[in-house]
């Protein structure tokens, strides 16, 4: 059988041969897949799904950071952040605005390896889309002026950066474990090499990089490979091949010695990283690894997380995985720590993975890491996105976009192979390891105790036991079914991919919560999952992982419950066990000590996150006595004094068949699926007085906001924070609808927040509008990350534009934009199993209908300029407002706004 490379070749061949005015014709590398590559060298990947009625186009460019000279790092991420500035006939944000305009997304990003540009958006579209992407990387223009005002933004994001503390960690770990390679920097390039940045220096890096053989287009959706590929043809057809070549990067010596380092910032949780160097992407030995990751460190089945977190407590979190990128990677590994246990845990690590250098794994977990591989390729191709994203990241890698090899790898591994990568890379010399610590803490390991926990993993790897490790709705096809104990289910047929989603929605969340049990509901969920009457929480977890599956719980601001995914195939058995959880939760009182260090940790967490702290503050203000204004976590005294019996008491007082609203979507059919839940739940007994009542007739009175309230949180960070915002609608009130239009038109990459405050004024690297509708009160507002010297300048510039948006009506053309997002965005949303699953349990149980999205879409569709101006006025009120500020501390006067020159009350401009 010819190999791919050889029938590129032969293909190319071909093509030289050909009139440039004859069709090209496809390779159809599996069904409904095609691939060309195009005279000039671009080669086109087209992914053909029929009647997913939305489309992706990518154009990747295989140029990343990784190619840059000394003087030009950042420069791809910054040509990244240029594209969409304006093109020969365009200006900037208009290329944004013509996407957002048909209601899709547009964006970019940059790794290593490629860049990637890219549009999602209704399938009627994708030609303008294409054409759009096409032109800002052919023919943007890269305006001096507007160069000089996105540095300001950059700048302002590698300042973000340093606010993050788990970034920090990681760039010192890459340059720890890297001495040569150009893996060692940072994507985003530093403030020297950012303020050097010229016109000429960009011109020149495109014309090195940017060239149809380095380019690979990718569209994926409800399109027509022949149409596709024609239209490349004809818009990027012309392009003149490049004349250079890549340069030959630099080879990273052997590493001969383990290394280390600390760094300390002002966090409340220790961190700790460990990187371990390993193969390439093109290695036979890439496969393996994944699946070695997946067994030590993926899930709650894991051998890191059942050691360190389960039997030792000395993690609340720990994770692994395998960075295979182009040149030889790492195997990495990320914890959460307990501030006393940072050398316990760095040993306990290395002894689990010198473990498997001596003992087989276990069959049960090479089938459920295989599974939980295959699982993730599976969920991933249910959006267009996914399928584009490993269509193009295939293709730059080998040359060769399907996946399916790759599965067909990750099934081949064997005991043996898992046992032989873990002898070839997992050596003592080859060990980097950084901890990241509080500001106060006394920690100072030096190298000797470093390598005195090395050597002391190894010992303890020799001499442990082997004995375990032996080798009518919105939604089509919606069928809705009432039990005769009340519960309510919903079923979606749909078996264009074989997965399931399923949630099983209760009333409850923080709404049902008061401040001596805020935190019960969040505690709840994440005890639920912990075992139940017949199994452990071990014996669970191993089940749920053995189907390739997840089960969960969730807890919202109105509801909790249980949210559960299989494979098809699985679906029944996995039904069973959300029967068990939901019906025989064991609330084993050790698990639920387990899991209280864990919620208080995220309590600290949150208080490490500005923004997090930012909102939360807000929320308290704004809310006052309603339960919205509680931790959606919890407060840590509420944790700390639950009992499992308690939380036990809580969950069976709302968690009632007459209650339950039990929502399936995915490759099931309506009938078996209500015969099986009615064998399984059909003798759960309803209260002897119950009546058939909705969620909103339990209405809490609405919060009242009549006075401004202003709140500084002084950090000793680089960046400062700011939340400005409002009383809002109802999830019920058709006020609703004009806010989300309002949302819409202030946010967005051509919303009036970006374009004046970012792109104009460089005033934040990170903004947005945002909305929240509850059931009996909701908010709106404006975020903004901003540094303490333009913090003033800011907050009276979002002033400025809140006063716009009441006095002077929107135009059509914003309007329009507006509208065409939100009702794209909702369809975007919905494309998984999951999404849908989640979308039918809620409109039921908060009594909007399963006709809520036909409804939805025609009351955005209804709204008008004047309906906008209308809310504007009625929810921004210059009196009655919350702002908070956390962050670096502030400048005088900086929190007094130009607020009260917003004029009260007048008629909409005519």
């Known amino acids: 059988m010819k190999t791919m490379r050889s029938i590129a070749i032969l293909l190319n061949i071909l093509l030289v041969a050909i009139m440039s005015t004859s069709p090209l014709t496809a390779e159809e590398l599996a069904p409904h897949l095609h691939k060309v590559t195009l005279e000039n060298g671009l080669t086109v990947l087209v992914k053909e799904m029929p009647g997913t009625r939305v489309a992706t186009v990518q154009i990747w460019v295989k140029t990343g950071s990784v190619y840059e000279n000394a003087d030009e790092a950042g420069i791809t991420h910054f040509i990244e952040h240029m594209i969409f500035k304006g093109t020969e006939t365009r200006g900037p944000g208009e290329l944004a605005g013509a996407i957002e305009s048909v209601g899709g997304r547009i964006n970019a990003y940059t790794s290593y390896e490629y860049t990637v540009y890219h549009a999602t958006l209704s399938a009627v579209h994708w030609d303008m889309a294409f054409e759009l992407l096409a032109e800002a990387v052919m ?62 220096k960009i011109m020149e890096y495109i014309r090195k990089h940017y060239y149809p053989q380095n380019m690979t287009v990718v569209v994926a959706g409800d399109v027509k490979g022949r149409e596709v590929i024609a239209r490349a043809t004809d818009i990027m057809g012309n392009m003149a091949r490049g004349e250079t070549e890549p340069p030959a990067l630099p080879v990273e010596p052997v590493q001969e010695q383990a290394r280390f380092f600390t760094l300390k910032a002002d966090i409340m949780q220790p961190q700790m990283a460990i990187a371990i160097p390993v193969s390439k992407f093109d290695s036979p030995d890439t496969p393996v690894l994944d699946v070695l990751a997946q067994i030590a460190g993926h899930g709650e089945t894991s051998r890191l997380y059942r050691s360190l977190r389960d039997d030792k407590q000395l993690v609340y979190g720990i994770n692994a995985s395998a960075f295979t990128p182009a040149d030889p990677g790492m195997f990495e590994i990320t914890a959460v720590l307990d501030g006393n246990n940072m050398l316990p845990a760095f040993e306990a690590t290395l002894t689990e993975l010198f473990k498997l250098q001596y003992f087989f794994v276990t069959d049960e977990e090479l089938k459920r890491a295989k599974r939980g591989l295959e699982s993730d390729f599976v969920f991933n191709l249910e959006r267009v996105e996914g399928q584009a994203r490993v269509l193009g990241s295939f293709e730059m890698m080998t040359g060769d976009p399907r996946e399916e090899e790759y599965l067909e790898k990750i099934r081949a591994v064997t005991h043996e192979d898992i046992k032989k990568a873990a002898q070839k890379y997992f050596s003592e010399k080859t060990i980097n390891v950084g901890f990241l610590m509080p500001a106060d803490s006394v920690f100072e390991p030096g190298m000797q105790e470093i390598e005195t926990s090395i050597a002391r993993a190894r010992e303890a790897a020799i001499h442990s036991d082997s004995e375990a490790m032996l080798p009518n709705s919105y939604l089509s096809r919606v069928h809705r079914f009432r039990l005769e104990n009340g519960i309510t289910l919903l079923v979606r047929e749909d078996d264009t991919v074989p997965t399931v989603g399923i949630r099983a929605v209760f009333p409850g969340g923080l709404r049902e919560e008061t401040p001596l049990t805020n935190g019960a509901f969040s505690f709840i969920s994440d005890l639920l999952p912990k075992g139940t009457r017949r199994m452990t929480a071990k014996e669970l977890a191993e089940a749920v992982a053995d189907m390739a599956g997840g089960l969960t719980g969730f807890s919202g601001k109105n509801t909790f419950g249980i949210k559960a995914d299989f494979l098809a195939r699985f679906f029944p058995d996995g039904l069973v066990l959300v029967r068990d959880v939901m019906r025989e939760p064991a609330f084993d009182p050790q698990e639920a000590e387990k899991i209280r260090p864990e919620l208080l940790a995220q309590l600290k967490q949150q208080d490490d996150s500005l923004t997090s702290l930012a909102f939360q503050e807000f929320n308290s203000q704004l809310f006052g006595g ?146 929240f509708f509850g059931l009996d009160t909701g908010a709106f507002g404006i975020y903004v990350g901003t540094s303490p010297e333009k913090k003033e300048q800011a907050i009276n510039s979002v002033w400025h534009e809140l006063k716009t948006i009441r006095e002077k009506r929107v135009d059509e053309e914003e309007l329009d934009r507006a509208k065409n997002i939100l009702i794209s965005q909702y369809e975007l949303a919905l494309q998984t199993h999951s999404a849908q699953a989640l979308e039918l349990g809620l409109n039921e149980t908060y009594g909007l209908g399963q006709d809520f999205g036909s409804r939805y879409i025609q009351a955005i569709e209804e709204i008008d300029a004047a309906k906008v101006i209308e809310v504007a006025r009625k929810y921004i009120l210059p009196n009655a407002y919350v702002m908070i500020a956390v962050g670096a501390a502030r400048p005088d006067n900086a929190l007094k706004p130009d607020a009260n020159n917003i004029k009260p009350s007048e008629e909409p401009e005519k």
């Open 139 to 200: 023919h943007s223009v890269f305006d001096p002026l507007e160069l000089e005002r996105e540095k300001k933004v950059v700048l302002e994001e590698v300042s973000m950066r340093y606010d993050r503390p788990n970034i920090t960690l990681f760039h010192e770990l890459m340059a720890t474990a890297y001495t040569k390679h150009p893996y060692r920097l940072p994507v985003i390039g530093n403030v020297e090499s950012i303020n050097s940045f010229s016109r000429d």
């Open 626 to 771: 309603h339960p919205y204004g509680l931790n959606s976590i919890g407060s840590a005294d509420a944790i700390k004094s639950f009992t499992a019996a308690a939380l036990e008491g809580i969950y069976f007082k709302h968690a009632r068949p007459e209650n339950l609203v039990l929502a399936i979507s995915g490759d099931v059919k309506a009938e078996e699926t209500k015969d099986l839940v009615n064998r399984l739940f059909g003798d759960w007994q309803r209260e002897k007085s119950w009546e058939n009542k909705r969620i909103e007739e339990e209405m809490l009175p609405p919060t009242t906001l009549t006075k401004e309230k202003i709140k500084e949180i002084s950090r000793d960070k680089e960046q400062v924070h700011l939340v400005i915002g409002f009383l809002g609608a109802t999830l019920k009130d058709t006020d609703r609808f004009g806010l989300e239009v309002l949302d819409t038109i202030l946010s967005g990459q051509s919303g009036r927040l970006f374009i004046e405050l970012r792109d104009k004024q460089s005033l934040a690297y990170s903004l947005s509008s945002f909305s």
